[in-house]
């Protein structure tokens, strides 16, 4: 049987024109990741404001972030979205710029795309200032918790994603540059 891609995912950096494409793979992702019992009205509504074209337009324009898109052949599989600000996610940890979100469109998920993805995000945020990164992943994924973890993270401990008074608790995971 041969294999469905014939052809290596290409990173590149992303910019204002990408914000539609990845805004229906950001809800994508996010409604497969968090929505585990269905659909409901906040879980709609936090997928359409959060992850709309608008809002990665603005983000995408933003000087202090960097989105690293993976594609093939013209198509999106796949994003990571950086801070390039040194902030730290609680007192106890180092100072260190934020992986944001990296997300795969599931069909693509374990061919590479992430750890790709991840990697090009470290380099990029590698520097004698900033030796730390630091992510927040939903607890309940145990998928992403794991790869983390076997690219180098450690948790360092919780936060809570919060929206329409529910609170998800996320790991704190940093890994020194």
Known sequence: MEPAHTTKPVLRIGAPGDALSVAALAIQVFLDTYATDGIRSDLAREAFNEYSSLRFEERLTDPT??????????????????????????????????????????????????????????????????????????AGNQRALSFYRACGYHDVGSTSYVFEGNAYENRILVKQL
């Open 65 to 138: 972030r960097l989105f690293i898109l993976a594609e093939r052949e013209g198509h999106l599989l796949g994003f990571a979205e950086l801070s390039l600000v040194h902030t730290r996610p609680n007192d106890q940890t180092p100072e260190g710029k934020e992986l944001i979100r990296l997300y795969v469109q599931p069909a693509f998920q374990r061919e590479g795309i992430g750890s790709a993805l991840l990697r090009s995000a470290e380099l990029k945020c590698a520097s004698p200032q900033a030796q730390t990164l630091w992510l927040t992943a939903w």
